[in-house]
């Protein structure tokens, strides 16, 4: 019962926003009592901290699942991009800048499990393009990494509107790739940039 109230609530607050869902409309929704939410969650921060916790580790999957089909580094970015829109699409206001502005508590500590994902994924992402001659070898690592995440990491926090989040996004990895890649990586950057807008 305590995954069904999880799952329904954290659809309802990404649908909704996290402001306004309130417990009796999760009971009311999901046909219990009250009485039955607070048996598992003993108020609704605890329950948004809980489903945020999952949303994570389902997203956290989904990227794994992406760099298992083993695309070249950039293609490798662009179907994560696609990922992030296929999974928000639906959702009017971005989920990040609500649980920021209503939350900022739990928007801590879910940034502080996403950087540490994003850290390696994005490291790892930079290593396989120097590797596949798509990235320059000179590339700063560190420096790299730490400013597409902070890049992404703006726009999710200061951006009301979940469509705005995914154009932004894409240009930002269109300005992180153009800053790392040879004149190879170039060519394959246009050709996933050609791919958006067919």
């Not at 417990?23 to 901290?49: G, P, R, V, W």
């Not at 393009?129 to 992404?152: K, M, N, P």
Request: proline letters at 2%.
């Amino acid at each position: 019962m305590k995954d069904k109230i999880i799952k329904k609530a954290t659809d309802m607050f990404l649908k909704l926003g996290f402001k306004s869902v309130t417990m009796d409309d999760i009971a009311c929704e999901m046909c219990i009592s009250k009485k039955t939410i607070y048996k598992y969650f003993s108020n609704k921060e605890k329950l948004i901290e809980e489903g945020t916790e999952v949303v994570h580790q389902k997203i956290h999957n989904l990227m794994e699942e992406v760099i298992a089909k083993n695309y070249n580094a950039i293609e490798e970015n662009f179907e994560m991009r696609k990922m992030f829109k296929e999974m928000f699409q639906s959702f009017d206001h971005s989920p990040a800048y609500q649980l920021k502005k209503h939350y900022p508590e739990i928007y801590e500590k879910m940034m502080a499990n996403e950087i540490e994902d994003c850290n390696h994924i994005f490291t790892q992402n930079i290593m396989k393009g120097i590797h596949q001659g798509l990235y320059r070898s000179t590339v700063d690592l560190e420096v790299s990494v730490q400013f597409y995440y902070t890049l992404i990491f703006y726009i999710n926090e200061n951006t009301q509107l979940e469509r705005e989040v995914h154009q932004l996004e894409t240009k930002a990895l269109e300005y992180h790739t153009r800053a790392i890649a040879t004149p190879q990586g170039i060519i394959e950057l246009e050709k996933q940039l050609s791919k958006l807008n067919t």
